[in-house]
């Protein structure tokens, strides 16, 4: 009995030990690294690399698959142009953390603002604002005019896309 109870925690110790060296050995790997820092600067798109989308079409076009659920997506980085319709005001936001935390986005922006943005067509649209660029929504905040604006898609509700605004351009 006493045999068998000491085989059983060698193989344990064995299992262990060989657990151990094939995680270091697997940190050493390029493709490992890449795939555990895929999320890093996930929100890092530069402004000329985002693509140009009308957003009366893409707030036509992008709905949920299901009625009633909100599908998150990997960010997109867009640029638009629309009015500004109302400034920046602050806002309790929720579920863009919980898509941040789902898709592991690190680092965390902080998005605490929301304003209203009139696109070409007439209609109001409601985006999040990132709030290093709040001031700058503020600065550039002449209602009326059209502006180009950048910023990402994060997820996908039924009254259209959630976009983080983070640039004027």
């Not at 555990?36 to 929100?43: C, H, K």
């Not at 079409?57 to 659920?69: D, I, L, S, V, Y």
């Not at 929720?94 to 898709?103: L, N, Q």
Request: proline share 5%; with cysteine.
């Amino acid at each position: 009995m006493k045999k068998a109870i000491l085989i059983v925690i060698l193989v344990i110790c064995g299992a262990i030990a060989a657990y151990t060296f094939y995680e270091s050995w697997r940190l050493q790997d390029p493709a490992y690294q890449r795939e555990r820092t895929l999320n890093t600067g996930m929100l890092d798109v530069p402004l000329d690399q985002r693509r140009v989308v009308n957003l009366d079409q893409f707030m036509a076009q992008t709905r949920p698959r299901k009625e009633g659920t909100r599908e998150i997506v990997r960010p997109d980085g867009i640029q638009f142009v629309a009015a500004i319709k109302a400034v920046p005001e602050k806002i309790e936001v929720k579920y863009v953390y919980k898509a941040f935390e789902i898709m592991e986005v690190n680092p965390l922006p902080n998005v605490n603002h929301q304003m209203f943005l009139e696109t070409s067509g007439g209609e109001i649209y409601a985006v999040y604002v990132w709030d290093d660029a709040v001031d700058a929504m503020n600065a550039a905040g002449v209602t009326g005019s059209q502006i180009q604006f950048a910023g990402f898609h994060v997820y996908t509700r039924a009254k259209g896309p959630a976009i983080i605004v983070d640039a004027v351009i």
